[in-house]
Each structure stands twice: as C-alpha cells, then as structure tokens.
C-alpha cells in the first residue's frame, strides 16, 4: 500500500513496502524523484537499516556469533505498518520478528517519519532498543533524483554543489566497493561543486566525508533544482549505475561505512556504528528541499539529533 501527503508545496508517496518514498513532486506536476527503470535501476528511494552497504562475504559478528546479512540491511525489504498519517505527515514502522532475530540478533523498533513544510520533505528515522543487551547500527537514505529534470537539458548540465569553502575527502573504496583505509581529499570545481558527468561513477559511488552541511543539484548557471541537508551528517554517497547513461543521481546521507576490504564486521567493534543503551532511543534526520536560494536554514543532521531513554 501506498500512501500520500501533500501541502500546498509538495506532493510526496510513500510505501509501506521498505518506507520507501516513491514520488516527489511539486505542485506544477513536475517529477524529482527517480522512478525506478529497470534498465538502469529498479529502486527509487531505499531505505538503509541496520547496515550502510557491503559486508565482506555477505557476513557479520556479533556476540561472538557469525550472521549474514544483504547490502544495506533488510529494512529495506521489509513491510512497515503505518502507525499514523495526516495530510501532510506519516510514521512508518518496523518492529524486530523471530524473521529480524534470525539475521540481526536484537529487538528494536525502527520508525520513519516523513513531513512537509514548505517546499521541504524531512525524514526522521526513529530507533528504540528494546531488547537487553547494546544495540549496533548503521542507517541512511538512497534516494535518486532525476537528471535531467528540466526540459531541453542534459545530464552534464547539471553540478553538484557544496558550501563555498568545503574540503570533502573521498573514502577510499576497493574495486568491490568495501573501505581499503585510502583516504584522499576530493577535488572540486569552482571550489565548491562536482560537474556530472556518467564516467564520475564508472568505480561505482563516491563517498565523501568533511563536505559540509548541504549538497544542492543545480544548473549551470546556478539554478537550484534541490538541496539535500544534514549539517552534522557523515558520509554522503553520490552515485548512479556504472558504465551507463542513466538518467538520475542518488544522494545518500549514511551514518556509517561498508565493511573493510577483507575483513568480517564485529559489530561492537565498528567505531563508526551508532549505538543505544537498553532502553534508549535515537532520532536521526535528513531533508529535501525542492528549489529554494540554497545554503540557509536546514534540519537538524542525520548524526543524531537526539537521544532519550523510555
């Protein structure tokens, strides 16, 4: 099932399957979201929990017990209930299973809230330990974005835009996208954005720590078509499918990191890993905004914006 809010800015779907959001679109009719070619890539919008990308040989650590677990982690793929949804907000959630425990030995609840304001659709994911023992992950957003979305343009019309000033680092990533620990400062142009072009991602994502609070798709010319923020976000995964023409970008605000090349994740290990207290919840935010000046105001990180314990 899916379903839809609205404001007199924005039209937003979203699915109970995976929480995925499944359409974005302004109030003129015009499309931001991907929608999902096969040619090119199926998925729109994923949702990433308990797990940011690769685990070497598919495969984890926790409580000295091996598991195994897909890329991204199973949210994913995973039915949510929706547990409230107005006009223009929506809370999707998913509950840990005897299915959930067989994969990722903990119990939690997993919520994803979606509201409007304006021309901004912000994405809070909610996450409660209640099971005994820490509870360890990692969590994102993998939204795609058309590009073209302007008639008469082409995808190299387009640029990706930091702050004026950011010095973002590239994580190094191995052939078989896991982190190799060859870090490298990331060129920009202009000192402050990444001209697309379909060859940027023929060594599949780039991902960049260090570059700032938002990252804006725009025109040449300096027209802003969107604005992903997170001020005290970590990662940000740009990507799109290698060696093709494809017609979107994803900008992936993650918490953390794939595994490293080679090794099996210990999850009580992995320092870049979220983590909460029996008990204890956390809340961790990113937003969209369609158009707009850019660079001002914004929504709290997906670094974390609060923590309680129920």
Known sequence: MEYTIRNRCLEVTVSEHGAELRSIRDRQGTEYLWQGDPRYWEDRAPTLFPYV???????????????????????????????SAGPSALC?????????????????????????????LSVVYEVKNEDDRILYFGLGGHPGFRVPVREGTAFEDYRIRFRRGARPVQVGFSDACFVNGEDAPFPLDGEDGIPLRHSLFDRDAIVLRNMGPFAALELAGGERVLTVRAPKLKYLGIWHRPHTDAPYVCLEPWSSLPSRQGEIAVLEEKKDLKSLAPGESGSYRWSVEIGGAGGKGGTAGIDGSSRKRV
């Not at 598919?58 to 949210?75: E, N």
Request: glycine share 8%; with cysteine; aromatic share 14%.
């Open 92 to 120: 999707m959630e998913l509950r840990w299973s005897e299915e959930t425990l067989r994969i990722y030995p903990r119990r939690f609840v997993f919520r994803v809230r979606c509201a409007l304001r304006g021309r901004t």
């Open 53 to 83: 990308g690769r685990l070497t040989d598919g495969k984890y650590r926790l409580d000295g017990k091996l598991y195994s677990m897909t890329i991204h982690g199973f949210a994913a793929l995973s039915d949510f209930t929706a547990v």
